[in-house]
């Protein structure tokens, strides 16, 4: 599948101790593993990877809400406090493995064995992410789990001088003020209580 040109996309990211981390940045290797990262290239060093969504809802649910069951939960200062939600364009178009949809059917696969499966099966669908980034594409692309109307993306390094700062949305800082009112909102609407 291929994303075109001046594709807007959302991510929800960490702005790192010195608070200089910017949107467009990737995860060099760090923290737990995920659905598709992380994976070693050739030389034995892990491939960088950034997570986007379409929507600011699905990137959000895919983010601070991940660890939640879809009848809800409760999420803590220490998940969100420290997250910005913000808005990056592509600057190429941008080629990935479609894992949603026909693309699901190409590989005769459905998503309970793939991208709706619990983190005990990461080590097997990370492998579907490594053989995108052998065969030289730039990413994947699936159906949220969080949000099953809302499109995940996860990008490799290749793809890393392709996205740009974008002005078309307002970045949300959910430590505090409209934009915690923001999650608020949202996350009640799906049955999640937000601790201050």
């Not at 291929?2 to 290797?29: C, D, F």
């Not at 990877?49 to 991940?66: G, I, K, M, P």
Request: with cysteine; glycine share 10%.
């Amino acid at each position: 599948m291929t994303i075109p040109e001046e594709t807007l996309l959302h991510r929800v990211y960490g702005a790192g101790p010195n608070g200089k981390r910017l949107p467009t940045s990737s995860n060099p290797g760090i923290g737990e593993p995920t659905r598709f990262a992380f994976f070693d290239d050739e030389h034995g060093v892990p491939v960088p990877v950034l997570y986007a969504a379409e929507d600011v809802e699905t990137a959000v649910c895919e983010s601070v809400l991940h660890h939640l069951p879809a009848a809800g939960g409760t999420v803590f200062p220490r998940q969100y406090a420290d997250r910005i939600a913000a808005g990056i364009t592509t600057l190429r178009p941008l080629q990935v493995a479609s894992f949603r949809g026909v693309g699901l059917r190409h590989f005769g696969l459905d998503r309970s064995q793939l991208t709706d499966t619990e983190s005990t099966w990461y080590a097997d669908t990370v492998k579907w992410a490594e053989a995108a980034w052998k065969a030289g594409l730039d990413g994947c692309v699936w159906t949220s789990r969080r949000l099953d109307s809302g499109v995940a993306y996860v990008f490799f390094d290749r793809a890393k001088d392709a996205f740009g700062l974008t002005g078309r949305v307002s970045p949300k800082v959910f430590l505090n003020g409209p934009d915690l009112d923001w999650l608020i909102n949202f996350c009640a609407f799906i049955n999640v209580d937000v601790e201050l």
